[in-house]
């Protein structure tokens, strides 16, 4: 049986957002559910971090994007997005850059065992999501491209 999050007992989580400079991300602290097993704690991490949200925030996550599934071995975490993730894409890359590290942060800043991450779409590896990032293979977190943490989120 899978131990599924519960909503009345959360954890702090970082969750990533474009910063001001449209550059770099910022980091905001916010309640997420929490979970016994780390799979299960990455998957509420994961949807947390795709919600749509309130400004002054600006996701860098394409609107419509839903997590399919997510998978854990060793420090790898493989993170199945939907279509949304690549059709809704803006494009350019610096925006490409935002999303990966967006969601590669979310993981890694959160849950210590994962070291990196694997992005899928609709259950496919992708060279690239939007023509500049080789996503291949599993990404790690690139910390010059996020700010120091902010404060909690009102």
Same mark, same amino acid.
């Given at each position: 049986?899978?131990?599924?999050?519960?909503?009345?007992?959360?954890?702090?989580?970082?969750?990533?957002?474009?910063?001001?400079?449209?550059?770099?991300?910022?980091?905001?602290?916010?309640?997420?559910?929490?979970?016994?097993?780390?799979?299960?704690?990455?998957?509420?991490?994961?949807?947390?971090?795709?919600? #749509?949200?309130?400004?002054? *925030?600006?996701?860098?996550? /394409? &609107?419509? !994007?839903?997590?399919?599934? +997510?998978?854990?071995?060793?420090?790898?975490?493989?993170?199945?997005?939907?279509?949304?993730?690549?059709?809704?894409?803006?494009?350019?890359?610096?925006?490409?850059?935002?999303?990966?590290? #967006?969601?590669?942060?979310? *993981?890694?800043?959160?849950? /210590? &065992?994962? !070291?990196?991450?694997?992005? +899928?779409?609709?259950?496919?590896?992708?060279?690239?999501?939007?023509?500049?990032?080789?996503?291949?293979?599993?990404?790690?977190?690139?910390?010059?491209?996020?700010?120091?943490?902010?404060?909690?989120?009102?």
């Amino acid at each position: 049986p899978t131990a599924q999050p519960t909503a009345d007992r959360k954890i702090k989580a970082r969750l990533f957002y474009v910063a001001d400079d449209g550059r770099t991300l910022t980091s905001v602290e916010q309640d997420v559910a929490f979970a016994e097993r780390p799979v299960d704690q990455a998957k509420a991490i994961v949807t947390a971090q795709l919600a #749509t949200v309130a400004e002054p *925030l600006v996701s860098a996550i /394409p &609107a419509g !994007t839903t997590l399919r599934a +997510l998978f854990m071995t060793g420090g790898e975490a493989y993170v199945d997005l939907s279509r949304e993730l690549a059709a809704n894409h803006p494009g350019g890359s610096m925006h490409e850059r935002l999303t990966v590290e #967006t969601l590669v942060s979310a *993981l890694t800043a959160n849950l /210590p &065992a994962v !070291t990196s991450v694997q992005l +899928l779409v609709d259950g496919k590896e992708l060279e690239t999501l939007a023509g500049h990032i080789n996503l291949s293979r599993p990404m790690v977190p690139n910390d010059a491209i996020r700010q120091p943490p902010t404060e909690p989120a009102p």
